[in-house]
């Protein structure tokens, strides 16, 4: 039964194989593993390929049957149409676009175990140019931030520095007025008099300026802050909204592109194992003597030619007969004096009714 199956699996006659040997029938039947167990192998391959991109069991497994269904019958037919010759140059010819597909099939294959079996690597490449585009996204957005949030920035500088300024303006006439009060400078008199007085309101004046300048100056800087805030907050919300989409790069391709960043060699040997079970069987087909299934099929499609040209010729013969009967038929027909009268009747009568309906038609129009 298991034989059987594999039969079916490598495309071959399975009535032929019955009448063959022993010998036949198991190499046959290890080319049909050969083809199943590559399509097992491409159903595995492709449904965890396709659970990368869609995270999904039951979608991954329909789907990676499909395919695992369309490797099995490219394989399938790509054993089953090598035939057998007397040149073994033909047969190469023959295989070459056979192993040119097999080989993509393989690379098809291969790709996403490789992306299994060195996943842990993959994930630490795949860490790395995420860190990588998060720091390039927040770079990103606070390039488009900054400009505002520094413009903001100068203006509490600016209002600050206006406070300050005021306030040494106000220190140095405290120190004018308290100096001249000490005799220390100014006129040099010790004592409170008209110049002392001038100074104080010179100084009182500033020091209400200056408080007045801090209210207003202080309810400005809070307005400013409040807009660097606000823009800081919108800035850590793009930064978040777009944190998700790099933390979700870990698709087939991203996979793919981490893959090429490895070292060439693991991935290349795997691909070396996948191409060799891919032509494997078609490589058994070539380096096999031709044996006693190639040469009963042989025999079968010799019979079935033979038959169809069998069939062809007598058609040929056939209506080259008949083209000979009817010919000499007709020309013997050609000499009969009855039939020439009769033809010559049945004309006359189509002229007079040709002339009968002219004249009708004229007598009719001249009314």
């Avoid at 990103?140 to 520094?150: G, K, L, M, S, V």
């Avoid at 000499?335 to 189509?350: S, W």
Wanted: with cysteine; hydrophobic share 45%; glycine share 4%.
């Amino acid at each position: 039964m298991l034989n059987q199956f594999f039969w079916m699996c490598s495309g071959a006659d399975t009535d032929i194989l019955k009448t063959s040997s022993k010998a036949e029938q198991l190499k046959y039947a290890g080319i049909g593993g050969t083809v199943f167990f590559t399509a097992v192998m491409a159903f595995i391959a492709s449904s965890y390929a396709l659970f990368t991109v869609f995270d999904n069991y039951y979608t991954a497994i329909f789907f990676g049957l499909i395919w695992g269904l369309l490797i099995f019958n490219l394989d399938r037919f790509i054993v089953s149409t090598i035939k057998k010759s007397d040149s073994k140059w033909k047969e190469i010819w023959q295989a070459t676009p056979r192993i040119i597909l097999a080989i993509i099939i393989a690379v098809v294959i291969s790709k996403p175990l490789e992306i299994k079996i060195f996943e842990k690597e993959i994930n630490q490449v795949l860490l790395t140019q995420k860190n990588k585009l998060t720091l390039a996204n927040k770079a990103q957005i606070a390039n488009q931030f900054t400009p505002e949030i520094t413009a903001f920035q100068n203006k509490i500088t600016g209002l600050k520095q206006e406070i300050d300024n005021k306030e040494a303006e106000t220190n140095a006439l405290y120190e004018t007025y308290i100096a001249e009060a000490e005799g220390r400078k100014g006129t040099k008199l010790l004592g409170k008099g008209p110049v002392y007085a001038e100074k104080r309101e010179k100084h009182d004046a500033a020091l209400a300026e200056l408080q007045q300048i801090k209210t207003e100056n202080k309810a400005k800087i809070v307005e400013n802050e409040a807009q660097i805030a606000a823009l800081l907050n919108k800035q850590t919300a793009q930064i978040n909204s777009g944190q998700p989409i790099i933390d979700g790069f870990d698709g087939l391709m991203a996979r793919i592109n981490a893959l090429e960043e490895l070292p060439w060699l693991p991935s290349f040997f795997i691909f070396l194992l996948f191409l060799a079970i891919e032509t494997s069987p078609i490589l058994a087909k070539l380096i096999a003597s031709k044996g006693e299934y190639d040469f009963k099929t042989q025999d079968v499609e010799n019979s079935v030619r033979d038959w169809v040209k069998q069939k062809e010729n007598q058609r040929e013969k056939l209506l080259n007969t008949d083209a000979a009967l009817n010919e000499a038929i007709y020309n013997e027909l050609a000499d009969e004096k009855e039939l020439y009268n009769y033809k010559k009747q049945k004309a006359r009568e189509i002229l007079q009714f040709q002339a009968d309906a002219f004249h009708n038609s004229q007598k009719s129009i001249v009314g």
